[in-house]
């Protein structure tokens, strides 16, 4: 059996959960409080899987794969159906670049780790870092908001009508800006495709209140 170590609100360790749920491939789940104790991902036992220290870390038999786009291609490989990636090239390359333009560009600017930094290094203030998150979200979600709008009559998830990579990247940075209060009214394309895959219980069972290290 697979397991993963995560992080109930990691959006990261979330986009991994639902291509899991996608493909309905069981696994255990070991719990990383982010928080805790000043982050259990610093420990030396979680630093010497991964001495990035962050979340997720998938391990498969005697081997632990890190980067949840990295994970994720490997579960594409591993459990083919259903696809997360589009049979022709030129989809593939679009749903890569929308969640890469989340896991590369967007995300990694407003990590815990970024902000604990500001705040903890650079002396920010609470509102300083409030603006940081809002600023680096909200250029994301611009850009997102428009490149979808575009082809929104692809279908009625990011590309197409089944779910892809994409959407697995797209609801957990979606939900990520709702838990801290960024305006979502200026994208409508956005909301719509994330309520369409909330609609799903694939989507729901990943969600971070369902997991068992919930708050
Ligand atoms: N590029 C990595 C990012 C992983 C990542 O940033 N994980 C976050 C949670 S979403 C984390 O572990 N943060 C801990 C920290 O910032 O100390 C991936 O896609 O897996």
Redesign the pocket.
């Known amino acids: 059996m697979l397991q993963l170590y995560t992080?109930f609100r990691?959006?990261?360790?979330y986009?991994v959960r639902i291509a899991l749920a996608l493909k309905g491939v069981p696994y255990t789940s070991i719990p990383v409080h982010?928080r805790k104790d000043g982050?259990m991902?610093?420990s030396s036992v979680f630093a010497a899987l991964n001495p990035a220290?962050?979340?997720?870390v998938l391990v498969d038999g005697d081997a632990l794969l890190?980067?949840?786009?990295a994970?994720i291609e490997y579960l594409e490989e591993t459990h083919p159906q259903p696809a997360l990636l589009p049979s022709d090239a030129l989809g593939r390359a679009r749903v890569r670049s929308i969640a890469q333009a989340i896991?590369c560009d967007a995300?990694?600017l407003c990590?815990?780790?970024?902000l604990?930094y500001l705040q903890n290094n650079l002396g920010v203030t609470d509102a300083q870092k409030d603006a940081w998150y809002a600023h680096w979200m909200a250029l994301g979600l611009e850009a997102l908001e428009k490149d979808l709008a575009h082809h929104a009559s692809t279908g009625i998830y990011c590309h197409g009508n089944t779910p892809t990579l994409a959407d697995c990247c797209l609801v957990p940075h979606y939900t990520n800006a709702q838990r801290f209060y960024i305006p979502l009214d200026h994208y409508p394309t956005l909301t719509r495709i994330v309520h369409s895959c909330q609609q799903l219980e694939v989507f729901q069972q990943a969600a971070p209140h369902r997991q068992a290290d919930a708050e």
């Open positions: 992080y990691s959006s990261a360790t986009r982010l982050g991902q610093h220290q962050l979340v997720p890190t980067q949840s786009l994970i896991a995300h990694p990590n815990l780790r970024v604990q």
